[in-house]
């Protein structure tokens, strides 16, 4: 079956990087769209990067040019590389795959999810 394994969480002082990984297994890796969400405490689960066709990203306004998705193939591992980390950005961070038909911004675009990784930035 599909799992998604987040690692990498952990508290920050503001101005800090975070590198998040997530480790999939039980399908074919490259033939999903997968994406990072992030939830804080009474607010919406909000995407913050999709990771389209040839791992390339797109992301939310608030973290463009602080935030980087790559992935690795082989290993079957998405990773979420965040810098310039600011007290807004935390909140528990949620990678999420699907077989699509397209990349959604939406998290009812995705069946499967890891278990999310706990962020706090500190000012």
């Known amino acids: 079956q599909v799992q998604l394994v987040e690692s990498g969480g952990g508290s920050v002082q503001a101005g800090g990087s975070l590198r998040l990984s997530c480790a999939a297994s039980?399908?074919?890796?490259?033939?999903?769209?997968m994406a990072w969400f992030r939830q804080a405490p009474g607010k919406e689960r909000e995407g913050v990067a999709l990771?389209?066709?040839?791992?390339?990203?797109t992301y939310v306004d608030s973290v463009k040019g602080r935030f980087a998705v790559t992935q690795d193939n082989a290993a079957n591992t998405a990773y979420l590389q965040m810098d310039n980390l600011k007290p807004e950005d935390s909140a528990m961070y949620y990678c999420?795959?699907?077989?699509?038909?397209?990349?959604?911004?939406?998290?009812?675009?995705?069946?499967?999810w890891g278990q999310g990784t706990q962020i706090t930035v500190s000012s």
């Open positions: 039980g399908y074919t890796f490259s033939s999903y769209f």
């Open positions: 999420a795959a699907d077989r699509g038909p397209y990349c959604s911004s939406r998290a009812t675009g995705y069946n499967y």
């Open positions: 990771i389209a066709s040839f791992g390339t990203g």
